[in-house]
């Protein structure tokens, strides 16, 4: 497909289990993000990938949240031991973001994997 | 600072209406600022976005006004249809840094009554 892929898109899972969420970006893409988007909140930036950089982790809400991108294509967002609070709708994108390129700063979403912790 | 707020939370329109929405960001350092829409079930999409060099950008009936010395922006919604009922949401970054990393506002639920 010609869009950001997600998957699965609804996940149900207990309290301390681990989730693995998956983010396929829009081929050619070189930069990758993650955000968070709470019931009725805006989003919050999680982890930012670029090429082979080291990712910016910086928003990253604690230690039990990883994200890895391998070949530079595909993401997986881990969230070891789930708590409650992770409830919510984790959203990739992806853009061509070519540094100080105005017209790549446009970001493609997916349509995001809505996680529920019980 | 990081933070960028937006208000409304939420907003009622008739047909034919002006929606506005107001956002306000702390850090200087931002120097690009889109409006993302996004639909039920679906990711945040641009709509339309201002660089600080100019006051007002417009594309249909969507237009973005830039007031840099109240670090204040807006996005009016003219004529606004049932079909913009989206939740809308403002950000702003430093395009100047390395990456896109957007900071959004907490997002404004917008309904057009027919």
């Known amino acids: 497909g010609a869009g950001v892929s997600q998957s699965p898109s609804n996940k149900v899972t207990e309290k301390g289990k681990d989730v693995e969420l998956r983010c396929d970006p829009i081929s050619g893409h070189t930069a990758l993000y993650w955000y968070r988007q709470s019931l009725g909140q805006g989003l919050e930036f999680l982890i930012y990938f670029q090429g082979n950089s080291a990712p910016d982790k910086s928003g990253l809400p604690s230690d039990r949240f990883s994200a890895e991108r391998t070949g530079g294509s595909v993401s997986t967002l881990t969230i070891q031991r789930t708590q409650q609070e992770d409830s919510a709708v984790y959203l990739c994108a992806s853009s061509l973001s070519r540094w100080r390129v105005l017209t790549n700063e446009k970001l493609f979403f997916g349509s995001g994997t809505q996680l529920s912790v019980l | 600072q990081q933070q960028v707020k937006q208000s409304p939370q939420s907003l009622i329109v008739q047909k034919g209406g002006i929606s506005i929405i107001n956002c306000a960001y702390e850090n200087t350092a931002f120097d690009y600022f889109p409006w993302y829409q996004q639909f039920p079930g679906k990711g945040p999409a641009l709509l339309i976005a201002?660089?600080?060099?100019?006051s007002e950008k417009k594309e249909g009936r969507f237009t973005i006004s830039f007031n840099k010395s109240a670090k204040q922006f807006s996005l009016h919604i003219m004529d606004s249809q049932p079909g913009d009922s989206a939740t809308y949401f403002c950000a702003a970054s430093t395009i100047k840094a390395a990456g896109n990393k957007l900071t959004f506002g907490g997002g404004t639920r917008v309904l057009v009554k027919p």
């Open positions: 201002i660089r600080p060099d100019v």
